[in-house]
């Protein structure tokens, strides 16, 4: 990997994951009441709000990002993707909605993970700050990891060919 690739990822990395712990620290803050949360239960249910988070995060990412930097790519504002792709990435479709759905079944996985592992550990009822705390390192590290996906899928496609003008 070139040391541009790398500043390049890095600094798309950190202004995801950091945009990300922010505002659903903010929405989870302002969605929530009480001291303690249920799993599955209530007015403040964690799991669905988990789940919708996963889904959405992680289609928005995607949406946004795939079509963001397709517009950087084409003007020349990126740097060249000099690595192997994963096979499990090299599979993702190229399409910009396409994209933006397979990284949404990831993220929804993913959330579904960790709504999984809460409910074997037993953490039910959960206090709020915890809560807070939670969604907001989840949130950032799944975009993270959906921005990451998104980054090497549209950067290793090839670029499309130029549209020449009919010939009058």
Same mark, same amino acid.
């Given at each position: 990997?070139?040391?541009?690739?790398?500043?390049?990822?890095?600094?798309?990395?950190?202004?995801?994951?950091?945009?990300?712990?922010?505002?659903?620290?903010?929405?989870?803050?302002?969605?929530?009441?009480?001291?303690?949360?249920?799993?599955?239960?209530?007015?403040?249910?964690?799991?669905?709000?988990?789940?919708?988070?996963?889904?959405?995060? +992680?289609? /928005?990412? %995607?949406?946004?990002?795939?079509?963001?930097?397709?517009? $950087?790519?084409? #003007?020349?504002?990126? &740097? @060249?993707?000099?690595?192997?792709?994963?096979?499990?990435?090299?599979?993702?479709?190229?399409?910009?909605?396409?994209?933006?759905?397979?990284?949404?079944?990831?993220?929804?996985?993913?959330?579904?993970?960790?709504?999984?592992?809460?409910?074997?550990?037993?953490?039910?009822?959960?206090?709020?700050?915890?809560?807070?705390?939670?969604?907001?390192?989840? +949130?950032? /590290?799944? %975009?993270?990891?959906?921005?990451?996906?998104?980054?090497? $899928?549209?950067? #290793?496609?090839?670029? &499309? @060919?130029?549209?020449?003008?009919?010939?009058?």
């Amino acid at each position: 990997m070139s040391a541009d690739f790398r500043s390049f990822l890095q600094r798309q990395q950190i202004s995801m994951g950091i945009t990300n712990v922010v505002c659903n620290g903010l929405f989870a803050w302002l969605l929530t009441e009480g001291a303690y949360l249920s799993l599955w239960q209530g007015k403040g249910a964690m799991g669905p709000d988990l789940l919708a988070t996963s889904l959405i995060l +992680a289609y /928005l990412v %995607a949406l946004g990002g795939a079509f963001g930097l397709r517009k $950087k790519r084409e #003007s020349g504002k990126t &740097p @060249a993707l000099a690595v192997k792709l994963h096979p499990l990435i090299a599979k993702l479709p190229g399409s910009t909605a396409r994209l933006a759905l397979g990284v949404a079944v990831f993220g929804t996985v993913m959330g579904v993970l960790l709504a999984g592992l809460m409910s074997v550990f037993g953490l039910d009822p959960f206090p709020r700050e915890g809560y807070i705390a939670l969604k907001s390192v989840y +949130a950032g /590290l799944l %975009a993270m990891a959906c921005n990451y996906l998104v980054i090497m $899928k549209v950067l #290793s496609d090839p670029l &499309p @060919a130029p549209v020449s003008a009919p010939a009058r």
